[in-house]
């Protein structure tokens, strides 16, 4: 995962608690890459507590993207 996206995933996962998530329980799985390599981040929200870990699990919803893409998305270019 380029610098950017991995600096995205561990402020978000900074974040801990966010209020206006708290009737929020939900997984979602990132599967961010290019056709060498796919990176896996699982965002979990549980009633508000946000956590980011790597594992390689299934989430409740998957969003597969292209690494650049992604790059683009959250610089705000996309």
Not at 42 to 62: A, K, M, N, Q, Y
Request: aromatic content about 6%.
């Amino acid at each position: 995962m380029k610098p950017t996206s991995a600096a995205f995933f561990e402020e978000l996962g900074r974040h801990g608690h966010e209020p206006l998530l708290e009737r929020v329980t939900s997984t979602v799985r990132f599967d961010i890459g290019d056709e060498a390599s796919v990176d896996h981040r699982l965002l979990r929200i549980d009633r508000g507590d946000v956590t980011v870990t790597s594992e390689d699990i299934p989430g409740d919803c998957t969003v597969i993207v292209d690494a650049a893409l992604f790059d683009e998305i959250i610089g705000g270019r996309t």
